[in-house]
């Protein structure tokens, strides 16, 4: 159980295409997502930004593992001067003029256990914001617009 990688799953309503660019378009990421200095959806990209609680941010460090466009989007993420490695994987499947994400965040358990920051319960909520509030509000509203 412990070792269960945190999945979430959501439909969107929102086509393949604009999904996958909320995803991979810089200057869309960073309106539903973190505020990425440079992105680019090329395996061996590395990109990083700081995240957090406002007492105490954390540098990310991220590297594209795998981009199969309109489908599959994967980078592994760690934090400056911690232990552990994880890995972050967005899934679309198109239904329609709708879209079904599928994130997989896996390795949670590699990061220290004495940092209460880097629980897996705090993956869980702040993803769960992400994919259930941050993205469908920003891809449907990007469609209706």
């Known amino acids: 159980m412990k070792n269960d990688p945190l999945i979430i799953e959501r439909t969107l309503n929102a086509p393949v295409e604009k999904v996958w660019q909320a995803l991979?378009?810089?200057?869309?990421?960073?309106?539903?997502?973190?505020?990425?200095?440079?992105?680019?959806?090329?395996?061996?990209?590395?990109?990083?930004?700081?995240?957090?609680?406002?007492e105490k941010m954390y540098l990310h460090l991220c590297q594209v593992t795998?981009?199969?466009?309109?489908?599959?989007?994967?980078y592994t993420w760690r934090y400056d001067g911690y232990e552990g490695n994880s890995h972050v994987i967005f899934e679309l499947f198109p239904e329609g003029d709708r879209t079904r994400i599928k994130l997989t965040h896996e390795g949670l358990e590699t990061f220290p256990e004495s940092n209460p920051d880097l629980a897996p319960e705090n993956f869980a909520e702040?993803?769960?914001?992400i994919m259930g509030t941050a993205l469908p509000g920003f891809v449907?509203?990007?469609v209706k617009g």
């Open 126 to 129: 702040g993803w769960t914001y």
């Open 24 to 54: 991979t378009v810089k200057e869309q990421m960073k309106q539903w997502y973190f505020d990425l200095a440079e992105f680019r959806p090329e395996v061996g990209f590395k990109f990083q930004f700081m995240a957090g609680k406002d």
């Open 66 to 74: 795998e981009v199969v466009e309109n489908r599959k989007l994967s």
């Open 140 to 142: 449907e509203s990007v």
